[in-house]
């Protein structure tokens, strides 16, 4: 090349800075998933112990119960009375799914998203909870039970109520705050 002759933009394209992505340090709030895990796992050990299967012990008359349930299925009970012979592998695949997806959409979040970063390290911690009641198990157990008169709500674990309470506070990030993960960072 001449002096006198500006480069070309093939010649400069390595010069610039490229910019990079990371995630945000801390995405991913890893003593939260790991209580949210430990505790899980610890009530499920004390309910398998101590309260036989599908028998139930009051702890708020006519509001709360603890039950032995074993959910097959996936959240909900969907899928629970489904007698197929590949519903292990389609729930055990929707699960690993699930936790894909988290860990990717917790990439894309910024450090200022903090109810996001909550919300999927609460969402992660019950995945986790839950995959592994699956994979030990082939089920998911499942033992509060939330009633009023006839009217029971699904049974449900402290992963499920994580996960539930990890939507939750994603959807306020997203729709109250007026921030979006997907906004350029």
Known sequence: MLPDTPP??????????RAVVRPAAGTIGWWLVATIVVVDQITKL?????I?????????????????????????????????PYRFALTTAL???ALVGIVYYARQIAPAERLAR????LILGGA?????DR???????????????????WAFNVADAAI?????????????AGRHASDPV
């Open 8 to 17: 070309t933009a093939a010649e400069t394209a390595g010069d610039r800075p």
């Open 164 to 176: 539930s309470c990890g939507a939750v506070l994603l959807f306020i990030e997203l729709f109250f």
């Open 95 to 97: 699960a690993v799914a």
């Open 135 to 153: 994979l030990r198990f082939g089920y998911v157990v499942d033992f509060i039970d939330v009633y009023q008169g006839e009217w029971h709500f």
């Open 46 to 50: 004390l309910v398998q112990r101590y």
């Open 118 to 121: 909550l919300g999927l390290s």
């Open 128 to 132: 986790v909870g839950n995959l592994i």
């Open 52 to 84: 036989p299967l599908f028998d139930g012990v009051t702890v708020i008359p006519g509001l709360v119960d603890l039950i032995h349930i074993q959910n097959a299925g996936v959240a909900f009970g969907f899928m629970n009375d489904v007698a197929h």
